[in-house]
């Protein structure tokens, strides 16, 4: 390798694309394709990136294995960026096999962390941390200990863990310092605001206060029944009901659990769950028969009571009733959430991140888009979504993943 090669990854490694550039933008050798390549998605240019990082590879002998497994995992890490979610996640693998079996372990580490990072996106936090498990951080750089730990920190606050958390991100920003990385101090120091803003609502006993990540780690850690709005399931002492695909039955028994320990009138019950304006005697039919679901939903739990005016919730062993919901609701919050991150998302990425179907997904971005709360750019398979700020809305908790319990 030329010292005008050397010099251009060493600018690279330090976070100066245009120093890289400098000595390599007029080369259309294989090596210098990579590191322009390289440099373009540090400046931000995706496709210009993607497309010399293709080149690079096309460029080098078959021989050169481990040139061309880094430049799959540079290509991972723009599809990573950019939120193309629908890159095959077995090249990365086969790359990180060529690079550990070369002894490149520094790009071997790096493909791991790019894997988790997209599996953490997806919600598959358990198989994130599985990828991260075998990595030695004594013999990694600290750009490669840092990202490690900003993963490690994503998978604590996913399961709601706030003092792990707090710890991977301390050390995280500590690493990135280390590295002189400026770019990833300052992500850093961003998703660690997660876990001092506003995260869920706790509504219980007639009151409402706003809870940070601790705060709710806390509440789910409690003996209370907690109706837990932000994942639709119903959580006491290590049981947990899911009724994320029966919106009936929890929006009777959020209502319940709200105005506990009083009873709520039926005609209210019919409001929230059915949306009538009057309690008509179909409506009062339905909501017996729903009742009695909802009564078999939480066998064991709590029980529902009829009362002269309505029905009253009744926990069997809790000694309280809480209901932890979203500081801000919204119809797709899912949706929201993920866009929140701050980067530019294709409609069949948040389909794959949320598991559902990207129809769903689409209706739901054209919905965002009447009501300004999102906005698209680009057209074909070049659209791309994202939204503005919206103050207070939570990520967290919204995201694709398991909560303690599930």
Same mark, same amino acid.
């Given at each position: 390798?030329?010292?005008?090669?050397?010099?251009?990854?060493?600018?690279?490694?330090?976070?100066?694309?245009?120093?890289?550039?400098?000595?390599?933008?007029?080369?259309?050798?294989?090596?210098?394709?990579?590191?322009?390549?390289?440099?373009?998605?540090?400046?931000?240019?995706?496709?210009?990136?993607?497309?010399?990082?293709?080149?690079?590879?096309?460029?080098?002998?078959?021989?050169?294995?481990?040139?061309?497994?880094?430049?799959? %995992?540079? *290509? &991972? +890490?723009?599809? #990573?960026?950019?939120? $193309? =979610?629908?890159?095959? !996640?077995? @090249?990365?693998? /086969?790359?990180?096999?060529?690079?550990?079996?070369?002894?490149?372990?520094?790009?071997?580490?790096?493909?791991?962390?790019?894997?988790?990072?997209?599996?953490?996106?997806?919600?598959? %936090?358990? *198989? &994130? +941390?599985?990828? #991260?498990?075998?990595? $030695? =951080?004594?013999?990694? !750089?600290? @750009?490669?200990? /840092?990202?490690?730990?900003?993963?490690?920190?994503?998978?604590?606050?996913?399961?709601?863990?706030?003092?792990?958390?707090?710890?991977?991100?301390?050390?995280?920003?500590?690493?990135?310092?280390?590295?002189?990385?400026?770019? #990833?101090?300052?992500?850093?120091?961003?998703?660690?605001?997660?876990?001092?803003?506003?995260?869920?609502?706790?509504?219980?006993?007639?009151?409402?206060?706003?809870?940070?990540?601790?705060?709710?780690?806390?509440?789910?850690?409690?003996?209370?029944?907690?109706?837990?709005?932000?994942?639709?399931?119903?959580?006491?002492?290590?049981?947990?009901?899911?009724?994320?695909?029966?919106?009936?039955?929890?929006?009777?028994?959020?209502?319940?659990?709200?105005?506990?320990?009083?009873?709520?009138?039926?005609?209210?019950?019919?409001?929230?769950?059915?949306?009538?304006?009057?309690?008509?005697?179909?409506?009062r039919a339905r909501l017996r028969v729903e009742m009695g679901r909802l009564r078999s939903e939480l066998a064991g739990i709590a029980e529902i009571n009829a009362t002269m005016a309505g029905f009253a919730l009744v926990p069997v062993a809790a000694r309280e009733v809480v209901v932890l919901a979203p500081p801000v609701e919204d119809q797709h919050a899912g949706v929201l959430a993920l866009l929140a991150?701050?980067?530019?998302?294709?409609?069949?990425?948040?389909?794959?991140?949320?598991?559902?179907?990207?129809?769903?997904?689409?209706?739901?971005?054209?919905?965002?888009?009447?009501?300004?709360?999102?906005?698209?750019?680009?057209?074909?398979?070049?659209?791309?979504?994202?939204?503005?700020?919206?103050?207070?809305?939570?990520?967290?908790?919204?995201?694709?993943?398991?909560?303690?319990?599930?």
């Open positions: 390798m030329d010292s005008l090669i050397t010099a251009a990854a060493r600018a690279l490694g330090a976070g100066d694309p245009l120093g890289a550039l400098k000595r390599v933008a007029l080369r259309d050798d294989a090596p210098a394709l990579a590191l322009r390549g390289i440099a373009m998605a540090q400046l931000g240019d995706l496709e210009r990136a993607k497309a010399l990082l293709k080149a690079a590879g096309r460029a080098f002998h078959v021989r050169e294995a481990v040139a061309r497994a880094r430049c799959v %995992v540079a *290509e &991972a +890490e723009i599809a #990573l960026v950019s939120r $193309d =979610l629908s890159w095959q !996640p077995k @090249a990365l693998e /086969a790359a990180q096999r060529v690079l550990e079996a070369q002894g490149d372990r520094v790009n071997a580490a790096h493909a791991a962390n790019l894997a988790a990072r997209r599996l953490l996106l997806i919600g598959q %936090v358990d *198989e &994130a +941390e599985r990828v #991260l498990a075998p990595l $030695d =951080l004594q013999q990694l !750089p600290a @750009a490669s200990v /840092a990202v490690h730990q900003l993963v490690s920190a994503g998978i604590a606050v996913r399961r709601v863990q706030t003092g792990p958390g707090r710890l991977a991100f301390e050390r995280a920003l500590a690493a990135a310092r280390q590295a002189g990385m400026h770019s #990833l101090v300052a992500e850093i120091e961003a998703d660690a605001r997660v876990l001092e803003t506003p995260a869920a609502r706790l509504i219980g006993g007639g009151n409402e206060r706003s809870l940070t990540l601790a705060g709710v780690e806390q509440v789910l850690a409690s003996e209370a029944l907690v109706v837990d709005a932000t994942r639709n399931v119903v959580r006491q002492a290590g049981s947990v009901v899911h009724l994320a695909t029966r919106p009936v039955l929890f929006a009777l028994l959020r209502a319940l659990a709200e105005t506990w320990p009083k009873d709520v009138s039926r005609a209210r019950l019919v409001a929230e769950a059915f949306r009538g304006k009057e309690a008509d005697e179909s409506h991150d701050g980067e530019a998302w294709a409609s069949s990425a948040l389909a794959i991140a949320l598991g559902t179907s990207p129809r769903t997904v689409q209706r739901a971005l054209e919905q965002l888009a009447e009501a300004g709360k999102a906005q698209s750019f680009g057209r074909g398979r070049a659209l791309r979504w994202i939204t503005p700020p919206v103050p207070g809305f939570p990520t967290a908790l919204l995201l694709p993943g398991p909560l303690p319990g599930d």
